[in-house]
């Protein structure tokens, strides 16, 4: 054939195939596919209904992993950092609670409340919690091993912190440096060794160098006349700041 028939015929080739794409594409319009695997909610449209680009026609949410977003107050900033272990509960289910950890945090605090939105990743291999659903959370901070001693045994004056030691039976004046605290504990970061024994009651009767008998905390019922000095052992434990 002639060089123009030929173009012709390449011509008309190349305009079918530019009809059949458009109609695969028009025939894969009329089918959705979702973008991800995960569980749809209920259809918003019927059979039949004619629907236009962004009309919902359901939900699909994959649920195995739920962001919680939360605030915390600017105070608590310095204690964030990502890894944190987080445990979440929900009203809907009393008694249990979901375990997760701090994936990320926001880089500003928001002006109005002056806290910082914290997010987290909790584990939702069953699908119970819902997106939506509110949580009360609770945000775990660092644990290390450390020395404590009961609080009530230090006794301040100005700025410093001293305890009394329990040194060949008598009482002896030291002062240590503190570090965080815990309900009725107090971190002791230097001036005490761990197995050493502190005046615990009594410390605002006792004076430097006065002989000390050290007693269980716990005093005897039948003897309420009676008013030595408690002394226990600091000790190395777990601490939560």
Known sequence: MSKSTFDQLEATLKSNRARLQAAQARLEDTVIRAPFSGRVGLRRVSVGTLISPGDVITTLDDTSL???DFAVPETYVAMLREGLAVRATAPAFPGRSFAGKVASIDSRVDMNTRSVVVRALLANEDGSLKPG????VSVGRDERETLVIPEEALTPEAEKQFVF???????ARREVRIGGRSPGNVEILGGLEAGERVIVEGTQKVRNGAPVTAIDRVADADEPEAQPEHAASASPTSLRQ
Do not use: E, H, R
């Open 66 to 68: 739920i962001k919680l």
């Open 133 to 136: 659903m509110f949580l009360n």
């Open 165 to 171: 030691v329990v040194v060949d039976g008598k009482a």
